[in-house]
């Protein structure tokens, strides 16, 4: 009993070295990021930057040779058709009497009479696709409440109403134009002839605006001697805006007409939703950022928000736009950056026991942000975000906090 006595601070002593030793040996759990898998919605978007354009602009031409006198009018004044006088011409100069011009005068009337017979034929086709538009919407909107009609089909209809109105828009525009040539042609032609002596007042030629909207630019400011055809100002409206966006043509093959989109960072409090309108079908080569050729696409696309939430849009203004090529309200999803490349496919890190255990899963889509997936995981199972080299199969683990 003596000698036990005597050896207990031996013995006590060895047990701590022996449990300092394996502490220091015993392998300390890896700090990791831990996220839950969960239900919710999910959107996959095409992200690139755009402009809003005017989506008819009419440049206003001389009429006929002669004298301009000093056009005004400013950028961004407002004009009224058949209104407001957008500059004059006074027909003095010796070629207005030439046989050629009278002759080419006398074409000119006969060719804008032809384009206003085809510009009423085109409102009159544009018409009947609008009125067949408005039943088709009025008829999937009762359907798609009772169940016949999908949401895709209703989302078509929708499209195509809104497309259908814009081209009446543009017919409409495209009949108000060709009365205005065919105007400004007859006098043009009128004023080709000898005028009396003093009657010079009575011969000057006033170009009125030919559309409702603003002035774009003023293309000849100062007083001049113009020639037939010479671009005097560029007219438009600015609430009949559209956006452009090109985008990689890989991007561009998932994208439709009637996709929908959000513009962000224009300059206003909260996105604006928009609608593709048109993909058009040729691509070009553009230079990227860091000097790469890239194939790109325009992208047309229109408002679904009314016009008083984005009046202080204009011309070639820049927007941000997320273009929606596919979403879901319920989907399984984890973080993308917990999904990593495995010799089965995907494969992710769960947390089980405090270990990381590896984890094979099937995956869907992906956003760069999130990755839905479609098997291998259920709702609330714990995953390493951005697993490091020290992260391996059945190694322990300790979520940061």
Not at 335 to 349: E, I, L, R, Y
Request: neutral net charge.
């Amino acid at each position: 009993m003596r000698a036990l006595k005597k050896r207990l601070p031996l013995l006590v002593g060895g047990i701590v070295v022996v449990i300092v030793v394996a502490y220091a040996v015993w392998p300390t759990p890896v700090p990791v990021e831990v996220a839950a898998a969960e239900r919710g919605p999910m959107r996959v978007t095409v992200d690139e930057d755009g402009k809003t354009r005017i989506r008819d602009r009419y440049v206003v031409s001389a009429p006929l040779a002669g004298r301009l006198g000093r056009i005004t009018l400013r950028a961004g004044d407002e004009v009224r058709a058949g209104e407001t006088l957008l500059a004059t011409i006074e027909p003095k100069d010796p070629e207005l009497l030439d046989i050629s011009a009278r002759a080419a005068a006398h074409a000119r009337v006969k060719m804008t009479e032809e384009s206003k017979k085809q510009a009423l034929e085109n409102l009159k086709k544009a018409e009947a696709a609008h009125a067949q538009a408005i039943k088709d919407l009025e008829r999937d909107r009762t359907g798609v409440q009772t169940g016949a009609v999908t949401p895709q089909q209703y989302d078509s209809s929708v499209t195509r109403e809104i497309t259908t109105r814009l081209e009446l828009k543009a017919a409409q525009a495209a009949v108000q134009i060709a009365d205005f040539e065919i105007e400004q042609a007859k006098a043009a032609l009128i004023r080709s002839r000898p005028f009396p002596s003093g009657e010079d007042e009575l011969w000057r030629l006033d170009i009125r605006s030919p559309i409702t909207g603003r002035v774009l630019r003023v293309l000849q400011e100062s007083a001049t001697v113009v020639t037939p055809g010479m671009p005097l100002l560029e007219l438009g409206d600015p609430t009949d805006l559209e956006v452009v966006i090109d985008v990689l043509s890989t991007d561009a093959v998932k994208v439709s007409a009637g996709t929908s989109m959000l513009l962000e960072h224009w300059g206003g409090e909260a996105p604006l939703r928009g609608r593709v309108r048109r993909v058009e079908p040729s691509g070009f080569t553009k230079l990227s950022a860091l000097g790469v050729e890239e194939q790109r696409v325009n992208v047309i696309a229109t408002f679904d928000d009314p016009p008083e939430n984005w009046r202080s849009l204009g011309d070639a203004f820049r927007v941000e736009a997320r273009i929606v090529v596919w979403e879901a309200a319920d989907v399984l999803k984890v973080p993308a950056g917990a999904v990593f490349p495995d010799k089965d496919g995907k494969a992710v890190f769960a947390v089980v026991g405090g270990r990381a255990v590896l984890w094979s899963i099937r995956v869907g889509h992906t956003n760069g942000l999130q990755t839905e997936v479609l098997d291998g995981l259920e709702p609330g199972a714990q995953v390493i975000v951005y697993p490091g080299d020290k992260v391996r199969n059945g190694v322990r683990v300790k979520p940061r906090e």
